[in-house]
């Protein structure tokens, strides 16, 4: 079974168990969480969106530890090489969350995702030069966000990743800024 197979049956797999955790767990939903995010790779900036759900595994009264996925997408189009050329890059990641609990309307948070990046370029240019290629390769995602409480059900998130992926020639490392809302599904 080759890396790619088995990395995305574990991306699958911890996004799987982020909604069905086990009913031992306290029974209080999913929490999902949607933005606008901007992926900065070497002073260029691509934007794009990201997806997250996390189900809660252990809390205790200062610390939550859950399993979460998360789905990014950016896209950037570029005319100046002389022809259309867009570039994209999506991932997708599973991992743990740890929650700091506490009696304020913040609760900051950190995780590590491990994934699949795929970075892919189409457009007019690629067939001047023989084609673009594209590749998935293995990722990691160490980050830390807040959720900032703006009423009983929605929170304000703010998320910075540092996104690498492991490609054949080179290991490459993105910033990855998210800005959006999260919220509580199901439970009590």
Known sequence: MSIRKVVGTFAALTLALAIAAPAAAQNNGVLFGAGVSFLNDEGETITGFALDVMKDVKTTDKLGIGVFGDFGWH???DDSFGGDFTTKIMTNM??????????????????????????SA???ICDDFGGCESESELAMAPGFGVDVKLNDKWNFRAALDFIVAFFEDESDWVKRFTIGVSTRLGGM
């Open 75 to 77: 896209r950037k189009s």
């Open 94 to 119: 599973g991992g743990v969350r740890a929650s700091f609990v506490n009696a304020s309307k913040a609760t900051p948070y950190a995780q590590l995702g491990i994934g699949v990046a795929r970075f």
């Open 122 to 124: 189409s457009g007019d």
